[in-house]
């Protein structure tokens, strides 16, 4: 069993930046596809991004291509979400998950005031 915990959200004026971690324990996780979701008050959970660990190659939601990358570090077990540009519709709860593991993170809380 693998358990993920977010961290690093908070509140930023548009425009600022923020970088969430998501570290991961119980396994080691360099072999899984890692993904960022997000869900906004009154809003289903939505795909952010997700990186491919074979490849390497990272896909974003159209919504944040161009301000959010993804990254990880597999020595630390932990993967990185850096956020620029943000804008108040980014405000959500952000969930790290490995799809394969169907593991979830509880959620950091990320509040762009304009």
């Known amino acids: 069993q693998v358990q993920l915990v977010e961290s690093g959200g908070g509140w930023v004026q548009a425009g600022g930046s923020l970088r969430l971690s998501c570290a991961a324990s119980g396994r080691t996780v360099n072999f899984y596809a890692m993904g960022w979701f997000r869900q906004a008050p009154g809003k289903e959970r939505e795909f952010v991004t997700t990186?491919?660990?074979?490849?390497?190659?990272?896909s974003y939601a159209d919504s944040v291509k161009g301000r959010f990358t993804i990254s990880r570090d597999n020595a630390k077990n932990t993967m990185y979400l850096q956020m620029n540009s943000l804008k108040p519709e980014d405000t959500a709860v952000y969930y790290c998950?490995?799809?394969?593991?169907?593991?979830w993170g509880q959620g950091t809380q990320v509040t762009v005031s304009s």
């Open positions: 998950n490995i799809p394969t593991l169907n593991s």
């Open positions: 990186l491919n660990w074979s490849t390497g190659r990272p």
